[in-house]
């Protein structure tokens, strides 16, 4: 059982579309991180959240911390093919341990 | 700077071989991870170091899996004897410290190695 429930699993949209994925627990973190990974990569730290209700927005990306600290969302204006890929959000468990869901897979056709 | 090198970067044995993955994390980087991320699943931590201590390693496979990080820098992971099952990516990362309860420091991972066990 998966302590963190990303949704969708899988989204192809075309080039200027809005998307947004969600990360789900059941769960209180201490922070909730978003990872973008991209294939034979490792994944990259785009945002990290520590306030319940925290909003965050790094250009075209909008990261939303639930006021509970149990769920997250990332909502990506204008998609462009270079955001494809694997989109991975992981919650803190203090002493900086992370748990991650399973991903949101991200196709962004021109 | 340098970012987490890992090698090899693919490898591809048979179930019962052995297998050993290296990993030197960014300098001056104290905590260190070894994450195994399977097919279509987000990275399951194995094992994290602070310095050459074992800070956390509840979901090592210790029957099987070893790590060790005897100078407190670079760090290797055994699997003796692989499984089927033991096909994935092996991720490590690397941070400043390991963090407090409300503090988190970015973990940069390194491209990992592919193993495939037939």
């Known amino acids: 059982t998966q302590l963190l429930e990303q949704s969708p699993q899988f989204l192809s949209i075309q080039e200027g579309e809005n998307l947004t994925v969600y990360c789900n627990s059941s769960?209180?973190?201490?922070?909730l991180q978003w990872y973008r990974q991209e294939p034979g990569e490792g994944p990259v730290l785009l945002v990290t959240?520590?306030?319940?209700?925290e909003v965050k927005k790094l250009k075209r990306l909008t990261f939303q911390f639930g006021d509970a600290r149990k769920d997250s969302s990332l909502h990506i204006t204008a998609a462009q093919p270079g955001d494809t890929g694997l989109y991975l959000c992981?919650?803190?468990?203090?002493?900086?341990?992370?748990?991650f869901g399973a991903g949101t897979i991200l196709r962004v056709k021109s | 700077e340098a970012g987490v090198a890992q090698s090899p970067r693919y490898k591809i044995i048979e179930k019962r071989q052995s297998v050993a993955f290296w990993c030197n994390p960014i300098?001056?980087?104290?905590?260190l991870y070894w994450y195994q991320q399977i097919l279509g699943q987000g990275p399951k931590l194995l094992i994290q170091?602070?310095?050459?201590?074992?800070?956390?390693d509840s979901q090592l496979p210790k029957d099987r899996f070893s790590a060790e990080r005897l100078k407190g820098v670079d760090s290797t992971l055994k699997i003796q004897p692989a499984k089927l099952e033991d096909s994935a990516v092996y991720l490590c990362?690397?941070?400043?410290?390991?963090?407090?309860?409300?503090?988190?420091?970015?973990?940069?991972f390194g491209p990992g190695t592919r193993l495939t066990v037939t």
């Open positions: 170091f602070q310095n050459n201590g074992v800070v956390d």
């Open positions: 992981a919650g803190g468990m203090g002493g900086n341990k992370l748990v």
């Open positions: 769960s209180v973190f201490s922070s």
């Open positions: 959240v520590v306030t319940g209700g």
């Open positions: 990362a690397s941070s400043w410290l390991a963090g407090g309860f409300r503090i988190s420091y970015e973990q940069y």
């Open positions: 300098s001056g980087h104290a905590t």
